[in-house]
């Protein structure tokens, strides 16, 4: 007698269809809430005019140059004030990831040398504890420059006391952009030196110990054998870093407001959002932002599962 077929198949296989969406409904609740619907309402909002009244481009002078429904986006990529900003940003990703990962890989090789490495590393970490204000508060007086009176600022009162003269440094159109750089570098080498320092740990002392019995300097191995061990990791960092430096605010915000020539593009958005009340700019430039981290994001979840998939 052949089997009769089980009438309660098609609901467990409903049923195993169903219960994964219903487990990932509140996560994909608050993407929608908190991501999808905020980004697709930027995107209506930089493509209508200042006053939120009508389309951009409506008001454009007869003869001026206008991308009509556009307009935004034409202040957002060619205006004077905005190639200063991508210019200052680009400064901020070659100097400041740079910085921050080659001293945090040193200091995370170094520091694994000696006996007090917990205390080495706790020091180095200990900045990023600060906020972002309170770091450009402390290191706007640090830079203070007095005109005509003492100098109460930490590296002028040291340029003043070896006999040199004092430094405006965050007003200087030549310096100010690094000076502010430099704040960025004290609080997140902590961050690097301490996700490198972990790869470092992983690194197979067999192989080291191998390599130093077959004649090579620690010169050598540092670059030839653990450098490229934990070469992923390293990636990630830089990825994770660029991104911060892109949206690098706080720092420029307290320290200069972007004067100076210091303007950034998160900080240009602010101010055009609640300073000039220039909805439709500030808009457009969170869109060419988030155009610009995206890709670098994507790069950011390949290394992780090309990561994933090694382990």
Do not use: H
């Not at 520091?111 to 706007?140: C, H, N, Q, T």
């Not at 200069?256 to 500030?282: C, K, L, P, W």
Request: aromatic fraction near 12%; charge should be neutral.
């Amino acid at each position: 007698m052949a089997a009769q077929p089980d009438s309660n198949i098609p609901n467990i296989m409903r049923q195993g269809r169903v219960t994964p969406w219903l487990y990932l409904l509140p996560a994909l609740v608050v993407m929608a809430t908190f991501i999808l619907y905020p980004g697709l309402n930027t995107l209506y909002l930089s493509l209508r005019s200042d006053a939120g009244t009508g389309w951009a481009g409506a008001e454009c002078a007869a003869g001026a140059p206008c991308w009509g429904i556009f307009e935004n986006y034409r202040y957002a990529l060619t205006s004077d004030i905005m190639r200063q900003a991508f210019l200052n940003n680009l400064k901020w990703i070659l100097f400041m990831v740079s910085g921050t990962v080659l001293l945090g890989l040193t200091i995370a090789t170094l520091a694994d040398r000696v006996k007090y490495e917990p205390l080495a590393k706790a020091v180095i970490f200990l900045p990023m504890a600060i906020s972002f204000v309170g770091a450009g508060v402390i290191w706007k007086f640090v830079y203070d420059f007095g005109s005509g009176r003492a100098q109460i600022g930490l590296l002028n009162a040291l340029v003043q006391a070896f006999g040199g003269r004092p430094v405006s440094w965050l007003t200087e159109p030549q310096l100010n952009t690094y000076m502010l750089v430099i704040v960025g570098v004290w609080m997140w080498t902590g961050f690097c030196m301490t996700i490198l320092a972990a790869a470092l740990k992983s690194v197979s002392t067999e192989i080291l110990e191998a390599a130093r019995v077959d004649g090579a300097g620690e010169w050598q191995v540092f670059a030839q054998i653990m450098v490229p061990q934990i070469l992923p990791t390293i990636t990630v960092v830089v990825t994770t870093m660029v991104i911060n430096v892109l949206k690098i605010f706080d720092i420029v915000y307290v320290m200069t407001g972007g004067n100076y020539g210091t303007e950034v593009i998160a900080n240009r958005m602010y101010i055009e959002m609640y300073t000039s009340f220039n909805t439709g700019r500030a808009a457009a430039i969170a869109i060419v932002l988030i155009a610009v981290i995206v890709p670098v994001m994507i790069i950011n979840i390949r290394r992780f599962r090309e990561q994933e998939a090694q382990r």
